[in-house]
């Protein structure tokens, strides 16, 4: 009897319908984000249309090669449904080098726009045919959400959004991870990068809710900030936007820069494989203006060293158990 898995993912992506379309349906935008983190696409073949040709090979990088055993993955398919901006459906098959075939996937993807953004509805239903694609289907949900989060990435680099986008790999799982986001006694232990001291905070984990929190920085002056929870998926995504505080959880503006954006809408999530979690963070401005923008894009660097010093401190905190 076949091994079976099937994934449904639900996005929504801040760029119009055609954008989105045009990114699954055209080979060049295809190559730049099918697959896996550390996975590139050599051999992109990718023709949408009612009994077009799929012919893919994603090739692990070095490292992830060696722990794998294998650094060519092909996949063959054609698509059996193609309804232009509306919905797509494909089979495709993984086959080893002599191409017999270890996996077949039945994927179907719906989109919808709205208010200028576009709402995706994934579901993939896979099964195996050998021992190895009992392994192979054991990542699948990792995969498909590690591949949805670099088409999110390839999109806002595509459109006028700047986006701000963070991996980190922890090697805990991810219900250890899970909760040192979602309870106030461990976020207390690791939010701010080393040095900072933590002041006080509250927090509400549900769509809707507050974390309010305050910390010290090396310098002694204070800082104060809020997440305001969209969505909570447990335990694999969280949606919230950000934006600095004072003590009272009124909004203010950054302290650094006035025209840094007042709210930032972040993407969190979370992907385990082989006891190793792989934590995405990206962030957007919301409502912002042009100049807040720009703002944003020329702070990236910093950013980028905030949060990794943060990120650092979590990874000590995680290894103490």
Not at 265 to 283: C, D, Q
Request: proline share 5%; charged share 25%; with cysteine.
């Amino acid at each position: 009897m076949a091994l079976e898995r099937e994934v449904k993912l639900v996005r929504s992506f801040n760029a119009p319908l055609k954008l989105v379309w045009a990114a699954w349906t055209e080979p060049a935008h295809i190559a730049q984000w099918w697959g896996p983190r550390g996975f590139s696409n050599p051999v992109c073949e990718w023709d949408a249309r009612p009994g077009g040709r799929i012919h893919i090979v994603m090739r692990a990088s070095d490292e992830i090669a060696k722990m794998i055993g294998r650094a060519d993955h092909p996949m063959t398919g054609e698509f059996t449904e193609v309804v232009p901006t509306e919905r797509l459906a494909f089979v495709s098959t993984a086959v080893d080098d002599s191409s017999k075939p270890l996996l077949e996937a039945l994927t179907t993807v719906r989109f919808t726009e709205r208010n200028g953004k576009t709402e995706m509805v994934l579901h993939a239903h896979a099964k195996g045919f050998v021992e190895i694609a009992a392994r192979m289907l054991e990542g699948m949900e990792a995969g498909w959400t590690q591949s949805i989060e670099k088409l999110e990435e390839h999109i806002a680099a595509a459109s006028d959004t700047p986006e701000f986008t963070v991996t980190r790999t922890f090697n805990v799982s991810r219900e250890a991870v899970w909760k040192a986001h979602s309870e106030l006694d461990r976020l207390s232990k690791w939010s701010g990068p080393q040095g900072f001291e933590w002041i006080g905070g509250t927090l509400n984990f549900r769509p809707g809710g507050l974390f309010h929190y305050g910390m010290r920085a090396p310098n002694g002056r204070e800082m104060w900030g809020k997440f305001t929870y969209r969505e909570i998926a447990a335990p694999e995504r969280i949606v919230f936007v950000n934006s600095f505080s004072d003590r009272e959880g009124k909004t203010v503006r950054a302290p650094f820069a006035a025209d840094f954006p007042l709210e930032i809408l972040n993407v969190l999530t979370l992907t385990e494989l082989h006891g190793a979690t792989t934590l995405t963070l990206r962030g957007s401005p919301l409502n912002a203006t042009e100049a807040e923008k720009k703002r944003y894009a020329a702070m990236k660097p910093s950013m980028s060293a905030g949060f990794n010093a943060t990120y650092n401190h979590l990874e000590q905190y995680l290894a103490q158990g």
